[in-house]
């Protein structure tokens, strides 16, 4: 390993998140959890010396020295991450909100903000020599490992839950060369058996959001919404919750920015600067998170043995980063809710038709949250209304159009004769 490599690695180490245990990050997939108290890990980095940003490197990796890969001869990018950053003046109007941003991760590579964790996870696979990558999946997860394990040259196994995910992810995941096997079972049921298959063979590296490497580069959204908003935190970060990894990253990375200070990334001064609350949404069918939140649980949630949405991405009844995720919302001051599928569907089109986003079902419950509290007007609503406010929408609406297309049929849509004036007549 190079001198730079060698210096690089004493600045990060592997903790565990609970008893704080620590082991040697390049040990990481010789097992997944703490040897000694079973909780899920987490990278810390030692040293917080001012981070430079490499604007030369491609995608995320301008954040190089924020993220544990050693080597950047191991980078495996497909540019993703730079994605941008909507003021939604016309929905933020409609809602009563002064300020309302979408983040908007549909535009990564492959579509969603799993690319963000996946160019870490597999560029680290490929520091550490892995022979073959794996995942279970909802089908975000397996589309752009598919991609970035093609680009890396580096075989990958995909489980996903059979029938329970949209067609254009398992279209995805074919196109980009993935070996898939569908579960007669859940989303839970297949990161059961994935888990269990990579614990037993060390050639084999998982790659779900319990990967520690997958949150280090899940984090850098939070770097680039503090970017983008020229060096200030927002008030409010709202964004749907399924396994919990994203919004203990999220969380990571606006804690890590604090520590190093805004004013020495960006020349921003830091008095009076806040992190931002984090609100994480689920779906009322799937909501164990949100329902530990309203119960007031810090220390468990009572999983859901048979969870239901639409929203098939985050159709989760047992969030493996479930005590990432509860820290995440405690931490922050923030809070998480649960939303219906038909409140979520409501949304998707109200983005679409107003903002010209067009979100996957998931990542309609930050905006079908804001819409709930606008009519409803709860306590929280307060604090949003006057408040700088990101939804985090994770995931392209063209991966899932027949989500949106339910109950559409084509004869619905209406037919005129192939001539200009039949239409005249009609939009007169
Ligand atoms: N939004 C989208 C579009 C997702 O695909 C997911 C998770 C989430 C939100 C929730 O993120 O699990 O970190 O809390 N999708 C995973 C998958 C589970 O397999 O693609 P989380």
Known sequence: MSYQGLEKKRQFKLQCFSCKSEYNLDDYGKFYHCTKCGNLLEVKRLRQSPAEFESKLPGIWKYFDLIPLWNKENIVSLFEGD?????????????????????FEGLNPTGSFKDRGMTVGVSKAKELGYKRTMCASTGNTSASLAAYAAKAGIPCIVLVPKGKIAMGKMAQAIAYGAEIFQVDGNFDD??????????????????????PFRIEGQKTVSFEIVEQLCGKFPDSVILPVGNGGNISAVWKGFSEMFEIGLDRLFQTRLAGEKLPRLIGVQAEGAAPIARAFESGLKDRIDPVLSPHTEASAINIGSPVSWMKALGAIYESGGASYAVSDDEIFAAQRVLASTEGLFVEPASATPIAFLAKCAKEKPVEYASLEDSTVVCICTGNGLKDPNALLKGVTPDQIQTISADATSLERILA
Do not use: H, M, P
């Open 83 to 103: 994605t941008s950053l909507f003021e939604c003046k016309n929905l933020g109007r409609q809602l009563g909100l002064k300020t309302l941003y979408v983040k």
């Open 190 to 211: 297949s990161l059961r058996v994935a888990s269990e298959i990579c614990e037993r063979d060390n050639t084999t590296l998982l790659l779900n959001s319990l990967n």
